[in-house]
């Protein structure tokens, strides 16, 4: 990865911006203007909220399948779920070049995300509940 930061800083030029780390405060100001989130993952994320809240956002991905990313994207629908470097390259520049593919994913994730209200989310807790063994 140090070599992909790397390069990405040198096209500042051409309009690329790598941004550090932020907190969750910084996080929904920083989704709001962004075209793409790319997150690799990490084998031992188990949720990944700052994914599924870019995705609420309409806000589509691209990501590695590890920890919980396949989760959080639907592969072809609301992002990319790359098995590579290659493809994962490869999905990125498609996203930020092909206004008819980002607008499809956006579109999608905000058909996928958003419309629940906490009556909704809480009638699926408890079904869950109820699947549950004692």
């Given at each position: 990865?140090?070599?992909?930061?790397?390069r990405?800083?040198?096209?500042?030029?051409?309009?690329?911006?790598?941004?550090?780390?932020?907190?969750?405060?910084?996080?929904?100001?920083?989704?709001?203007?962004?075209?793409?989130?790319?997150?690799?993952?990490?084998?031992?994320?188990?949720?990944?909220?700052?994914?599924a809240?870019?995705q609420?956002?309409?806000?589509?991905?691209?990501?590695?399948?590890?920890?919980?990313?396949?989760?959080?994207?639907?592969?072809?629908?609301?992002?990319?779920?790359?098995?590579?470097?290659?493809?994962?390259?490869?999905?990125?520049?498609?996203?930020?070049?092909?206004?008819?593919?980002?607008?499809?994913?956006?579109?999608?994730?905000?058909?996928?995300?958003?419309?629940?209200?906490?009556?909704?989310?809480?009638?699926?807790?408890?079904?869950?509940?109820?699947?549950?063994?004692?």
């Amino acid at each position: 990865m140090v070599g992909i930061l790397a390069r990405a800083e040198a096209l500042g030029a051409a309009g690329v911006r790598r941004f550090q780390p932020v907190g969750r405060e910084g996080l929904a100001s920083a989704l709001l203007g962004a075209r793409v989130m790319l997150y690799r993952g990490d084998p031992g994320e188990t949720f990944c909220l700052a994914l599924a809240e870019a995705q609420a956002m309409g806000v589509p991905a691209v990501v590695r399948p590890l920890g919980s990313t396949p989760e959080r994207v639907i592969d072809g629908v609301t992002g990319r779920v790359a098995k590579g470097d290659e493809s994962f390259a490869a999905a990125a520049v498609s996203l930020l070049r092909d206004d008819g593919l980002w607008r499809r994913w956006h579109l999608a994730a905000l058909a996928r995300q958003r419309g629940m209200s906490w009556d909704v989310v809480g009638a699926r807790f408890e079904a869950l509940a109820q699947c549950a063994p004692n």
